[in-house]
């Protein structure tokens, strides 16, 4: 069955710290790949998303991720978190047409100012 | 506000009641998705509509709850003989056919005692 794994369930930095989220799937076929982001009392809202094409891509507030094919893994990364930060993230992915996301566990991150 | 609007947006209720939650998709939007998020886990897919027909639901989705479409519009989420375990954020998703970029609403909280 198609799955996302998430490494890290909670994270604590300080401000200007750098940030790396680990997310690895299991799927052999094509997937498009997705990091949402939900910040306290919102609406989960698309970080960045892998399609085709060159594999680091950036999102919005400074945040990229790089899709690494033999490692079946997407991590997300920030080189300098600010305490606006502070949410949780979830890294999922669409293995068929249907659009349907298959998500991770979700990471919290906490940013100490 | 043009987003995915869901309502309520919390509901109590006692075990073995019915509840029905509403979600209005972006209007243009043709695909429309139904999730089930549980505390500390990323949201798990429940069913998805195209328009007004039901394409897709999963396991998790038992004889109790039922969804519907009928004008392709709004759709309607309904757990029958309600169970602690329902207890969840249950969220919806809209997209275009074709676009894998899924919009999603706040979520209607639901607490079962």
């Known amino acids: 069955a198609q799955s996302v794994s998430q490494h890290n369930h909670h994270v604590i930095l300080s401000e200007a710290a750098s940030l790396e989220l680990g997310c690895n799937y299991s799927?052999?076929?094509?997937?498009?790949l997705f990091w949402y982001v939900q910040y306290p009392g919102q609406h989960l809202q698309l970080l960045l998303k892998?399609?085709?094409?060159?594999?680091l891509v950036k999102g919005i507030k400074g945040f990229e991720a790089e899709f690494i094919k033999s490692k079946f893994s997407f991590n997300l990364r920030k080189p300098s978190v600010q305490w606006s930060d502070t949410a949780e993230y979830f890294c999922?992915?669409?293995?068929?047409?249907?659009?349907?996301?298959?998500f991770g566990q979700g990471t919290t991150l906490q940013v100490k100012p | 506000d043009t987003g995915v609007s869901q309502d309520p947006r919390h509901k109590i209720t006692k075990r073995g009641q019915n509840v029905t939650f509403r979600c209005d998709p972006i209007?243009?939007?043709?695909?429309l998705y139904w999730y089930r998020q549980t505390l500390g886990q990323g949201p798990e897919f429940l069913t998805y509509?195209?328009?007004?027909?039901?394409?897709?639901k999963s396991r998790l989705l038992s004889d109790r709850f039922s969804a519907e479409r009928p004008k392709g519009s709004f759709s309607t989420l309904e757990i029958q003989r309600t169970e602690q375990g329902d207890s969840a954020m249950y969220l919806c998703?809209?997209?275009?056919?074709?676009?894998?970029?899924?919009?999603f609403g706040q979520g209607t909280r639901l607490t079962v005692v």
């Open positions: 998703a809209s997209s275009l056919e074709g676009s894998t970029e899924a919009f």
């Open positions: 209007s243009e939007h043709n695909r």
């Open positions: 999922a992915v669409t293995p068929s047409n249907t659009g349907k996301l298959i």
């Open positions: 892998y399609f085709s094409g060159d594999p």
């Open positions: 509509f195209q328009n007004e027909a039901q394409l897709e």
């Open positions: 799927y052999g076929g094509t997937v498009n």
